[in-house]
């Protein structure tokens, strides 16, 4: 079953959040729609085929869709997904992404500070102030995505199936919190490789090391905590691995710009 709910809209974009509760490997008969769409994934995990390329999509791997292209979708994580869904009109992409311009590639790795944008346009949605707030943090979003689509963060060589396979197998054991994914010996021994094949194939995949990725992940929980509430960071700190408290508002800092502190006031439900 697939609902969806109206957050904001303009003539020029619509901000949608999109529930999928299917739960089906096969994939969905095509689908072909005109307009340029960003997709993020706020919980779970699915599959997408455009151009006879799959990519899985989750919170760290979202996706630019572009008119005219046929698409299938695949669902095969029980539980469903939760994705925000922004639809663009030509012009408007053009506005942010330059005149002719089209993604180098499709698939975007979300970087904790995407990530953190992501948060603050539905936050922003949540005043109703549609022309101001939501604007805003829409435009600052589109242009560090669509930027890393046109920059080449994720690289544009096509991998090897059994390279692309093994990746996802990865981020999905990192995303299920598997104890084995800890480390990276003990990842690449439940994956049955060696580790300096699983570091060398995730960095061409992605563009980003396992650990930097790992920690990306770490990150997101933290700001679904913070996001829901959480008020002390020692339990958020031994929850999530991290050595210590001091240890979590490091890394937060590095890969967001901000203490836990300042993020809950970010993520702060904010008056128009």
Do not use: K
Not at 31 to 57: H, I, K, N, Y
Not at 94 to 115: F, T
Not at 232 to 250: E, I, N, P
Request: contains cysteine; hydrophobic residues 40%; charged residues 25%.
């Amino acid at each position: 079953m697939l609902t969806s709910t109206v957050l904001a809209t303009r003539p020029d974009f619509r901000v949608t959040a999109v529930n999928c509760r299917d739960d089906h490997t096969r994939w969905s008969q095509a689908e072909v729609r005109g307009d340029f769409r960003l997709v993020l994934v706020r919980r779970g995990r699915f599959r997408r085929r455009a151009g006879g390329t799959p990519a899985e999509v989750d919170p760290t791997v979202g996706y630019l869709g572009v008119p005219g292209e046929e698409e299938h979708f695949a669902h095969p994580a029980a539980g469903g997904d939760e994705c925000t869904s922004i639809s663009l009109t030509p012009a408007l992409w053009r506005v942010v992404a330059g005149e002719d311009a089209r993604p180098a590639r499709q698939s975007v790795y979300v970087d904790a500070r995407l990530d953190l944008a992501h948060r603050r346009l539905l936050a922003s949605a949540r005043t109703g102030d549609v022309d101001h707030a939501v604007t805003e943090e829409l435009l600052g979003l589109l242009s560090a995505t669509i930027g890393h689509a046109l920059d080449g963060a994720v690289p544009s060589s096509v991998p090897g199936r059994d390279e692309a396979t093994l990746v996802a197998a990865a981020r999905h054991a990192i995303g299920e919190a598997h104890p084995a994914s800890e480390g990276l010996l003990p990842l690449a021994e439940l994956l049955g490789v060696s580790p300096y094949r699983l570091s060398r194939s995730f960095t061409r995949e992605l563009g980003v090391s396992l650990t930097r990725y790992r920690n990306r992940v770490r990150v997101g929980r933290a700001l679904d905590r913070l996001d829901a509430g959480e008020d002390s960071l020692a339990t958020l700190a031994a929850d999530l691995g991290f050595s210590d408290q001091a240890h979590l508002c490091r890394t937060m800092r590095q890969y967001l710009g901000h203490t836990p502190t300042a993020l809950r006031r970010l993520l702060a439900l904010r008056s128009p």
